[in-house]
Protein backbone atom coordinates (compact mmCIF):
# COMPACT_ATOMS: atom_id res chain seq x y z
CA UNK A 1 0.00 0.00 0.00
CA UNK A 2 2.48 2.53 0.80
CA UNK A 3 6.67 2.72 0.88
CA UNK A 4 8.34 5.76 2.36
CA UNK A 5 11.41 6.98 3.08
CA UNK A 6 11.84 9.44 6.11
CA UNK A 7 14.36 11.42 6.18
CA UNK A 8 16.75 12.00 9.13
CA UNK A 9 15.42 14.42 11.62
CA UNK A 10 11.89 14.82 9.95
CA UNK A 11 8.21 13.39 10.44
CA UNK A 12 5.94 11.05 9.67
CA UNK A 13 1.90 10.30 9.69
CA UNK A 14 -0.37 8.13 8.73
CA UNK A 15 -3.73 6.03 9.28
CA UNK A 16 -2.90 2.18 9.24
CA UNK A 17 -6.35 0.19 8.41
CA UNK A 18 -7.17 -2.37 11.24
CA UNK A 19 -5.59 -5.87 10.15
CA UNK A 20 -2.59 -3.64 8.04
CA UNK A 21 0.90 -4.31 9.00
CA UNK A 22 3.30 -1.03 9.46
CA UNK A 23 6.80 -2.06 9.80
CA UNK A 24 10.03 0.31 10.33
CA UNK A 25 13.23 -0.18 9.10
CA UNK A 26 16.07 1.56 10.49
CA UNK A 27 17.88 1.72 7.40
CA UNK A 28 21.27 3.23 8.56
CA UNK A 29 21.27 1.75 12.15
CA UNK A 30 21.52 2.99 15.33
CA UNK A 31 18.38 5.56 14.29
CA UNK A 32 15.62 5.87 17.39
CA UNK A 33 12.37 6.83 16.12
CA UNK A 34 9.65 7.81 18.81
CA UNK A 35 6.35 6.56 17.87
CA UNK A 36 2.41 8.08 19.28
CA UNK A 37 -0.59 6.35 18.02
CA UNK A 38 -4.19 7.22 18.21
CA UNK A 39 -7.90 5.91 17.36
CA UNK A 40 -8.09 7.38 14.20
CA UNK A 41 -12.08 7.59 14.23
CA UNK A 42 -11.56 8.91 17.87
CA UNK A 43 -7.76 10.21 18.95
CA UNK A 44 -8.91 11.21 22.07
CA UNK A 45 -8.31 7.30 22.57
CA UNK A 46 -4.62 7.25 22.43
CA UNK A 47 -1.49 5.16 23.32
CA UNK A 48 -1.23 4.72 26.82
CA UNK A 49 2.19 3.63 28.44
CA UNK A 50 1.45 2.71 32.20
CA UNK A 51 -1.09 0.29 30.46
CA UNK A 52 1.26 -1.18 28.11
CA UNK A 53 3.86 -1.82 30.49
CA UNK A 54 1.11 -3.27 33.08
CA UNK A 55 -0.18 -5.77 30.41
CA UNK A 56 3.55 -6.17 29.09
CA UNK A 57 5.35 -6.58 32.53
CA UNK A 58 7.99 -5.14 31.11
CA UNK A 59 9.33 -1.57 30.29
CA UNK A 60 11.02 -3.38 27.33
CA UNK A 61 8.52 -3.93 24.40
CA UNK A 62 9.05 -6.70 21.67
CA UNK A 63 7.11 -9.21 19.21
CA UNK A 64 3.75 -10.31 21.00
CA UNK A 65 3.63 -6.79 23.42
CA UNK A 66 0.55 -4.99 22.61
CA UNK A 67 0.39 -1.08 22.39
CA UNK A 68 -2.76 -0.39 24.43
CA UNK A 69 -4.84 3.28 24.80
CA UNK A 70 -5.90 5.01 27.44
CA UNK A 71 -9.06 3.30 27.69
CA UNK A 72 -7.03 -0.30 27.85
CA UNK A 73 -8.07 -1.16 24.15
CA UNK A 74 -4.76 -2.49 21.89
CA UNK A 75 -4.14 0.01 19.36
CA UNK A 76 -1.23 -1.99 18.05
CA UNK A 77 0.61 -5.48 18.15
CA UNK A 78 4.33 -5.96 17.44
CA UNK A 79 4.32 -9.57 15.78
CA UNK A 80 8.15 -8.85 14.06
CA UNK A 81 10.97 -7.72 16.12
CA UNK A 82 14.61 -7.98 15.18
CA UNK A 83 15.62 -5.56 17.69
CA UNK A 84 14.02 -6.00 21.07
CA UNK A 85 13.36 -4.38 24.23
CA UNK A 86 12.00 -0.66 22.73
CA UNK A 87 11.98 1.90 25.06
CA UNK A 88 8.85 3.32 26.74
CA UNK A 89 10.68 5.55 29.88
CA UNK A 90 12.50 7.82 27.57
CA UNK A 91 9.92 10.02 26.15
CA UNK A 92 10.31 12.20 23.01
CA UNK A 93 12.92 15.02 23.21
CA UNK A 94 12.24 18.60 22.87
CA UNK A 95 13.62 22.15 22.24
CA UNK A 96 13.11 22.96 25.61
CA UNK A 97 14.28 19.85 27.39
CA UNK A 98 17.44 19.95 25.31
CA UNK A 99 18.26 23.60 26.73
CA UNK A 100 17.79 21.83 30.43
CA UNK A 101 19.34 18.45 29.67
CA UNK A 102 22.66 19.76 27.46
CA UNK A 103 22.23 23.93 27.85
CA UNK A 104 21.42 23.87 23.88
CA UNK A 105 19.68 26.73 22.46
CA UNK A 106 17.28 26.29 18.79
CA UNK A 107 17.97 22.50 18.86
CA UNK A 108 14.43 21.01 18.14
CA UNK A 109 13.86 17.89 18.51
CA UNK A 110 10.71 15.12 18.49
CA UNK A 111 8.35 16.91 20.00
CA UNK A 112 8.30 19.62 17.34
CA UNK A 113 8.28 16.87 15.00
CA UNK A 114 4.98 15.51 16.32
CA UNK A 115 3.36 18.99 16.49
CA UNK A 116 3.75 19.45 13.07
CA UNK A 117 2.27 15.78 11.96
CA UNK A 118 -0.39 16.07 14.55
CA UNK A 119 -1.52 19.33 13.33
CA UNK A 120 -2.13 17.88 9.78
CA UNK A 121 -5.24 15.98 12.11
CA UNK A 122 -6.50 18.97 14.03
CA UNK A 123 -4.38 17.81 17.11
CA UNK A 124 -1.84 19.58 19.21
CA UNK A 125 0.43 20.12 22.39
CA UNK A 126 -2.65 18.72 24.22
CA UNK A 127 -2.58 14.80 22.85
CA UNK A 128 0.97 14.24 22.81
CA UNK A 129 1.52 11.69 25.89
CA UNK A 130 4.78 9.37 26.74
CA UNK A 131 5.67 7.48 23.36
CA UNK A 132 7.14 4.47 22.69
CA UNK A 133 11.05 4.90 21.20
CA UNK A 134 11.97 2.30 18.68
CA UNK A 135 15.18 1.13 18.65
CA UNK A 136 16.39 2.69 21.54
CA UNK A 137 17.75 1.70 25.13
CA UNK A 138 16.95 3.26 28.42
CA UNK A 139 18.76 0.56 31.04
CA UNK A 140 17.56 0.72 34.42
CA UNK A 141 20.02 -0.22 37.05
CA UNK A 142 18.91 -2.26 40.30
CA UNK A 143 19.15 1.18 42.47
CA UNK A 144 16.58 2.93 39.56
CA UNK A 145 19.36 5.07 38.08
CA UNK A 146 18.71 5.23 34.59
CA UNK A 147 20.04 6.55 31.08
CA UNK A 148 19.65 7.06 27.66
CA UNK A 149 22.36 4.55 25.95
CA UNK A 150 24.13 4.57 22.36
CA UNK A 151 22.09 3.16 20.06
CA UNK A 152 22.77 -0.33 19.04
CA UNK A 153 20.34 -1.48 16.36
CA UNK A 154 21.94 -2.10 13.10
CA UNK A 155 21.79 -1.32 9.40
CA UNK A 156 18.55 -3.29 8.23
CA UNK A 157 16.57 -3.70 11.48
CA UNK A 158 13.03 -3.81 11.36
CA UNK A 159 9.81 -3.93 13.76
CA UNK A 160 6.28 -4.68 12.51
CA UNK A 161 2.74 -3.96 13.85
CA UNK A 162 -0.42 -5.24 13.18
CA UNK A 163 -3.32 -2.50 13.62
CA UNK A 164 -5.87 -3.49 15.83
CA UNK A 165 -8.21 -0.52 15.09
CA UNK A 166 -7.87 1.85 12.35
CA UNK A 167 -4.78 3.81 13.51
CA UNK A 168 -3.51 7.06 13.08
CA UNK A 169 0.44 6.58 13.82
CA UNK A 170 2.42 9.68 13.86
CA UNK A 171 6.84 9.08 13.86
CA UNK A 172 9.69 11.02 14.49
CA UNK A 173 12.51 10.11 13.21
CA UNK A 174 14.85 11.07 15.82
CA UNK A 175 16.84 14.26 15.38
CA UNK A 176 18.76 14.64 18.79
CA UNK A 177 22.39 14.92 18.20
CA UNK A 178 23.02 15.64 22.05
CA UNK A 179 22.87 12.21 23.45
CA UNK A 180 24.17 8.67 21.74
CA UNK A 181 20.56 7.40 20.92
CA UNK A 182 21.55 7.82 17.24
CA UNK A 183 24.95 7.38 17.72
CA UNK A 184 25.50 11.09 16.77
CA UNK A 185 23.91 11.11 13.57
CA UNK A 186 20.81 10.68 12.85
CA UNK A 187 20.00 9.20 9.28
CA UNK A 188 16.95 7.91 7.28
CA UNK A 189 14.23 5.26 8.08
CA UNK A 190 11.38 3.31 5.88
CA UNK A 191 7.88 3.68 6.49
CA UNK A 192 5.88 0.39 4.86
CA UNK A 193 1.69 -0.11 5.31
CA UNK A 194 1.55 -3.52 4.18
Known amino acids: MLSEIVPAGAPWCGIVPRGRILRITDLCG ?46 FTIIEDQFGGHDTIGGCCSGPS ?18 QALARHGLG ?24 AHGISPAGCEVALRAEMDALAVIS ?5 NNPCNGYNPTPIRVQIT
Not at 173 to 177: G, L, T
Open 30 to 75: RQAVDFLCYNAAEPEERYHAPNTMKAAGTIFLTTGHVLYSDIARPI
Open 173 to 177: NCPQV
Open 98 to 115: NRMLYGVEDCPGCRENFL
Open 125 to 148: RQDIVPNVNFFMRVPVDANGSAAI
